[in-house]
């Protein structure tokens, strides 16, 4: 039973370019979330989908990102022309029924836009 | 801001020793906690759990306390190892649809 997978781990983009991060939840796992991370700082909670539902988003920003889970293939997390301050570790995570259950995290997409 | 916070950034022990790290909560209607350990280029990790309805819950040379009436949380890890040495987050299911997580914690295990 394969944990939770993200690719890929390392993503390098010039200022201006698309990043996709894909993941791949657990399986049995209908509940996704993704978390941003920051050297040296926490995790902060950008976005939690279902199945073809956008749950919470409460922590994306306005503008450049976007998330979706398809009914068929894995959750996509997408930042469009990014900018420098972009640069940080997205984790995505998975859990069988939402937050009152214990999360299990992917290894992670590096993001470096230089 | 953060509801959930850590009081000591760095912590340091002596390879043997116990650690214990310490969290605080602000949301009293959080029901569920967990503590996660995140190693250098790696995803947190799940190291135990507590539901409110305990105050303690014990592990694999890990012990988890939960106090209620002052909204803190603690991890101790006993006979800490090399291998322990890492960054600690406690979490909770505070408001919203998400865990919330702390600020973390690192522990640096002295051979």
């Known amino acids: 039973n394969a944990g939770v997978m993200q690719n890929p781990r390392h993503l390098v983009r010039r200022r201006g370019q698309e990043a996709r991060l894909r993941c791949s939840p657990m399986?049995?796992?209908?509940?996704v979330y993704w978390y941003r991370q920051l050297p040296e700082e926490g995790l902060k909670f950008m976005v939690y989908?279902?199945?073809?539902?956008?749950?919470?988003e409460s922590g994306m920003p306005k503008e450049r990102f976007s998330a979706e889970f398809p009914k068929e293939g894995p959750s996509i997390l997408r930042i469009q022309q990014v900018v420098r301050g972009d640069s940080a570790a997205y984790f995505c995570?998975?859990?069988?029924?939402?937050?009152?259950?214990?999360?299990?995290f992917g290894s992670g997409t590096r993001l470096t836009v230089v | 801001g953060e509801s959930v916070g850590l009081h000591l950034p760095t912590l340091s022990v002596q390879e043997g020793d116990n650690s214990i790290i310490n969290c605080a909560y602000s949301?009293?209607?959080?029901?569920?906690f967990i503590w996660y350990k995140q190693e250098s280029g790696k995803g947190p990790q799940f190291i135990i759990d507590i539901r409110s309805n305990m105050d303690k819950r014990q592990g694999q040379r890990v012990t988890v306390l939960l106090n209620k009436t002052v909204k803190h949380l603690s991890l101790q890890i006993a006979a800490t190892q090399p291998g322990d040495s890492a960054v600690y987050f406690c979490?909770?299911?505070?408001?919203?649809?998400?865990?919330?997580f702390g600020g973390g914690t690192r522990l640096m295990v002295k051979p």
């Open positions: 995570a998975s859990s069988p029924m939402g937050r009152d259950y214990g999360y299990t």
């Open positions: 979490a909770e299911n505070g408001a919203g649809n998400m865990l919330t």
């Open positions: 399986k049995g796992h209908s509940h």
């Open positions: 989908l279902q199945k073809e539902n956008i749950i919470d």
């Open positions: 949301n009293s209607a959080s029901d569920y």
